[in-house]
């Protein structure tokens, strides 16, 4: 971020508005200007700025002085057309709910968000009583697998503005090399970011985004074992991931890399 703020070309201002509009959840029952400030890292007088001028276009509302910010229509209409210009998630969309219903995992498409993967699709098991993340939700790139997948298949170029440190890099070709060894990724123990969840990934190159997302099945640790993810979820979650290239006319991610 530092980098872009430098660069004479980038709108702050902008930039700031954005960052309020992506520090919604799908979870949230709106936000007050103090956890806006909390989430965006922003001072509450900029704060109080930007949703005024958010709210008067529509990206925001609020009934009252005193309720809580949402999501405004203008936010839901640009959400709709870009998911309706995302064709991949609704040919992906069945397989991925049996996938998830099959395994008791929480399936999921993560893209990558600067140095972060956002959940940006989920589906829940049927049946499975536990607390799953949501989209919007994001997660480390370093120590997740979908985080992995995603840095494995990236081109060079791409993987060199992260400005990688040896830890990412050593990372990036682990994940390389589980996928050309197996076809799915799972972030190595000493590097989880969490140790309450557990998770396989493979990539699946976006043309809409010019880089690769990860589908992602994921569960607490007693129930996605690492020889279940091995053994079981991963392979399944590769064949599912190669039937929808094999619809969408794509080649594998692990191609486009370069």
Request: aromatic residues 6%; proline residues 6%.
């Amino acid at each position: 971020m530092n980098d872009q703020v430098s660069d004479r070309k980038f709108a702050n201002t902008l930039a700031r508005g954005l960052g309020i509009l992506r520090a919604f959840r799908a979870s949230d029952n709106g936000l007050t200007h103090a956890e806006i400030a909390e989430r965006t890292g922003l001072p509450k007088p900029t704060v109080s700025r930007l949703t005024y001028t958010l709210c008067e276009l529509g990206y925001l509302s609020h009934g009252t002085r005193n309720d809580r910010f949402r999501l405004g229509p203008s936010a839901v209409a640009l959400g709709s057309v870009a998911s309706l210009s995302i064709g991949f998630v609704d040919l992906a969309s069945e397989a991925m709910q049996k996938l998830a219903d099959a395994t008791g995992t929480l399936a999921l498409i993560a893209v990558r968000d600067g140095d972060r993967m956002l959940l940006a699709k989920t589906w829940r098991p049927g049946g499975v009583a536990t607390i799953w993340l949501e989209p919007g939700h994001r997660i480390p790139i370093f120590g997740s697998s979908s985080g992995q997948a995603v840095l494995a298949t990236m081109g060079e170029e791409r993987f060199a503005a992260l400005d990688p440190d040896s830890e990412l890099t050593q990372f990036r070709q682990d994940g390389y090399d589980q996928l050309i060894g197996q076809g799915f990724t799972i972030a190595p123990p000493p590097t989880r970011y969490a140790r309450s969840v557990n998770a396989v990934s493979v990539p699946y190159f976006a043309n809409e985004f010019g880089e690769p997302v990860a589908f992602t099945c994921g569960a607490l640790p007693t129930d996605l074992t690492d020889t279940r993810a091995r053994e079981e979820v991963g392979p399944a979650l590769r064949d599912t991931v190669r039937g929808l290239e094999q619809r969408t006319g794509h080649p594998a991610a692990l191609t486009r890399r370069g």
